[in-house]
């Protein structure tokens, strides 16, 4: 069973009363927008998504909701941003500049970017701000449950987790009526409608004023401590389904301890939860400001919209994804929504065609299309050969015409095959084909044999790729000559590199003329 549906199903059994009730289940995520957001965030983005389009195919009303943290605190500046940003460290990211002109603040600038990326995946919750949460006083009745049993709290924070906070510790931070910093701040003494505060902190290398003074911590006064206000929002919310990364559910993780904060100071169950493993790029589960490719907006730009979402949603929850745009993954993945498409034309109804159509657009789902593509690999190579017309390129390869859709799809993919050759793509993926043989090439008897029969073949009338294919694989016995020995000999020879595409269709898609000319040379024919 595809995860979806398994999650789906186990979520209509631990909340059958109240899915028999008729409640909307509520479900959550958020991203704090402390720049430029990792593509690992987006994981988080459409398992909720997904499960929220699966929970409406079954008939369950849900809302999906997604908070755009700016009330956390700038803890650090981008490696992308100007040094001056540091004088903003400490401040809530609404109080923090947009880097560019036109956005209300940081948090604003980075989180339009971001919720770009949702819609192209076909995600489209509704959003709200956290910021808007607090100032509506929807937080007000916990941060004074909070604040009135903060003891509870530190008992909380060191039996589950083992931190340990002195009697002084309050579970908020506030903003200094000052310097406007938020992290600086060292709130104490709750009387019951404000608390203290000094301005005295210096984490992360922000400075503090010094200010002392009192403010009331409710209706955007103050913020939670995140583990408190995590279990806080669920409250406030009624949310019923939020997951997150497998990192927070461990035990004593930050799961755990918000859970038993909203059981005993809140009085509420935790949502239902699922835990997730990483979207790695590369192996590494890098920041967005330190990794080429790594960011969701970078990612995005590398596939069409099923393609990417087919990325997000397609593997099980209980396994990383792992894309590096340096590599070889970016191909595999197209050729992995082609394998599935075809399994669709092939009428196959299994969990892979299931996949296949959830990573369609949500608009597209009802009538699934599974058109003829070409595969990337192929096509990435052929917009690097001016003399190819990758149309007819196209039709031979299928074999038939290519409809309307067909035709849109090819351009499509080849722009993003282009894209990918100027950014990121290896050097493996970079063809170009030479006007001459190369200097002081060096061929053994054996190659030298082969070159001179593929051009006795090829002068005798026009080669289709299967023919030269079929070729090639006779003068391996025929020479005899080894298989790395031969290709190396024909990629040499007009690309003066040892590798590349598929040989026989490399070979009928050269200019015969062209052909003809270089293995003569190169054969001694």
């Not at 991203?31 to 389009?53: D, F, P, Q, Y």
């Not at 657009?361 to 593509?373: L, N």
């Amino acid at each position: 069973m595809f995860w979806a549906d398994r999650i789906v199903q186990d979520i209509q059994t631990k909340k059958a009363a109240e899915i028999t009730s008729g409640q909307k289940l509520l479900i959550r995520d958020e991203k704090t927008l402390s720049g430029r957001v990792h593509i690992g965030s987006m994981r988080g983005v459409a398992i909720h998504g997904l499960i929220a389009e699966v929970l409406s195919e079954n008939g369950i009303e849900n809302e999906y909701r997604y908070e755009l943290n700016d009330f956390d605190d700038f803890d650090s500046v981008p490696g992308y941003l100007p040094e001056s940003f540091s004088e903003h460290l400490g401040k809530p990211l609404f109080a923090v500049p947009s880097p560019e002109p036109g956005f209300e603040n940081f948090a604003e600038y980075f989180g339009a970017e971001f919720v770009a990326v949702h819609r192209k995946a076909g995600f489209t919750p509704t959003y709200y701000r956290a910021t808007e949460l607090y100032r509506s006083g929807k937080m007000d009745e916990y941060i004074r449950i909070a604040l009135t049993r903060a003891d509870d709290l530190r008992r909380i924070l060191k039996e589950v987790s083992g931190s340990v906070k002195d009697e002084t510790w309050l579970p908020i931070s506030v903003v200094c009526e000052n310097c406007g910093k938020l992290k600086t701040t060292r709130p104490y003494e709750f009387d019951g409608e404000t608390v203290g505060y000094t301005c005295d902190q210096t984490p992360y290398g922000s400075t503090a004023c010094g200010h002392v003074g009192r403010v009331s911590p409710f209706s955007g006064g103050s913020k939670l401590f995140w583990k408190a206000e995590w279990a806080a929002k669920w409250a406030a919310q009624g949310v019923a389904i939020e997951g997150g990364g497998k990192d927070h559910s461990t035990k004593g993780g930050s799961r755990d301890v918000a859970n038993h904060i909203a059981r005993e100071l809140f009085g509420i169950e935790p949502p239902f939860d699922i835990p997730y493993e990483f979207f790695l790029v590369g192996g590494k589960k890098m920041s967005s400001s330190k990794g080429r490719g790594s960011s969701a907006h970078e990612m995005s730009q590398l596939f069409p919209p099923a393609e990417f979402r087919l990325t997000l949603i397609g593997k099980d929850i209980n396994q990383q994804i792992d894309v590096d745009p340096e590599g070889d993954t970016v191909p595999r993945m197209y050729d992995w929504y082609d394998e599935l498409a075809l399994k669709v034309r092939d009428g196959v109804a299994d969990d892979f065609t299931r996949i296949y159509a959830l990573a369609q657009m949500p608009t597209d789902q009802a009538e699934v299309p599974a058109y003829w593509q070409m595969r990337f690999g192929l096509l990435a190579f052929m917009v690097q050969m001016p003399h190819l017309n990758r149309m007819q390129e196209a039709e031979a390869a299928k074999g038939s015409p290519l409809t309307e859709e067909e035709c849109t799809l090819l351009e499509e993919r080849a722009t993003y095959a282009q894209f990918w050759l100027e950014t990121y793509a290896p050097e493996q993926f970079k063809y170009v084909l030479q006007d001459s043989l190369p200097e002081n090439l060096a061929l053994t008897d054996a190659q030298r044999s082969a070159l001179r029969a593929l051009h006795s073949y090829l002068s005798e009338t026009e080669r289709s790729g299967e023919e030269m294919h079929a070729r090639l694989h006779e003068l391996k016995t025929e020479i005899p000559i080894e298989p790395k020995e031969l290709f190396g000999a024909i990629y040499t020879v007009f690309l003066n590199r040892t590798s590349g595409p598929k040989a026989g269709w490399f070979l009928a898609s050269l200019p015969r003329e062209l052909s003809l000319a270089r293995l003569a040379e190169a054969g001694g024919a």
